[in-house]
């Protein structure tokens, strides 16, 4: 079972959501990153995603852009990420990178999956590459043992999304809204009928993984409710914003602790 898989578990077994967090690495510095992701995890954060910054992002919201191109302009490089998935591996977390493709073509497919599992890192999230055209990541997360999370939305058709969670491994990702990250006041109405629909398909492939929902939680009563439905509650926009909007670092950490802690008394909250 890999470490995401265990988290996972282990959240079941609480008879709760597991709550997930997210920060580019690089930001608001390379330190100041890692001191807010390990701070979130001292504070309930279950699974991490460490962000790989990019200058091209189809998913990102304008709050993670900003927080992309502040990374990007400190000099954030692809061996920062790693530094960051190690450091906050150490701390016992499951950490998983999410990226875009091309940084990962790159570097080089087989190079990138040897360099983050040294790192420690437990697999990736790749919002815009689909498992039928990912043959080279199928391959070399097999070889590393690395999970690997594709993304399910409201207009996945019946075929693509049985596809797409035969070859997830980890969790299965749902985006609750159609369009880019960010808090919302409201989370999506399409999100409960999305996993239910998720975990119908499953069933009927024989395939077994917990469904995480992402985009647009930003508190603990949103979480909770999300909780109610999801096995995972995935939040990225609302810990950037904490980064931020702070008159420094090292309020925006602890900002950053006291969002997790809500969130995280959210997803132990829903039921």
Do not use: H
């Not at 597991?18 to 510095?29: D, E, N, S």
């Not at 491994?169 to 990250?181: C, E, L, S």
């Amino acid at each position: 079972m890999s470490r995401v898989a265990e988290a996972f578990a282990k959240a079941t077994a609480e008879n709760r959501a597991a709550l997930v967090g997210y920060l580019p690495a690089g930001f608001p510095t390379q330190q100041g990153g890692i001191d807010a992701l390990t701070a979130m995890v001292g504070a309930g954060v279950d699974v991490v995603e460490v962000g790989l910054p990019y200058s091209d992002p189809v998913l990102d919201g304008p709050t993670i852009q900003q927080a992309a191109d502040r990374a990007l302009a400190g000099g954030t490089r692809i061996k920062d990420v790693l530094a960051t998935v190690e450091a906050v591996a150490a701390t016992g977390a499951a950490t998983v990178v999410m990226t875009y493709w091309n940084p990962v073509l790159r570097y080089g497919v087989e190079r990138f999956a040897a360099d983050l599992a040294a790192a420690g890192g437990a697999g990736l999230i790749t919002p815009d590459l689909t498992p039928d055209s990912g043959a080279d990541w199928l391959a070399a997360s097999d070889a590393r043992d690395l999970d690997r999370i594709f993304l399910v939305a409201p207009s996945s058709s019946p075929e693509r999304t049985a596809m797409t969670v035969k070859a997830c491994r980890g969790f299965v990702y749902a985006t609750a809204v159609m369009g880019v990250t960010g808090a919302r006041e409201q989370t999506s109405e399409a999100a409960p009928p999305l996993v239910a629909r998720i975990k119908t398909i499953m069933r009927e492939n024989g395939v077994e993984l917990p469904v995480g929902v992402g985009l647009g939680v930003s508190n603990g009563t949103q979480a909770a409710e999300v909780a109610s439905y999801a096995d995972g509650v995935i939040v990225g926009s609302a810990f950037v914003r904490r980064l931020l909007d702070a008159p420094d670092v090292a309020t925006g950490v602890a900002g950053c602790a006291e969002l997790a802690a809500d969130l995280a008394a959210g997803v132990r909250a829903r039921r």
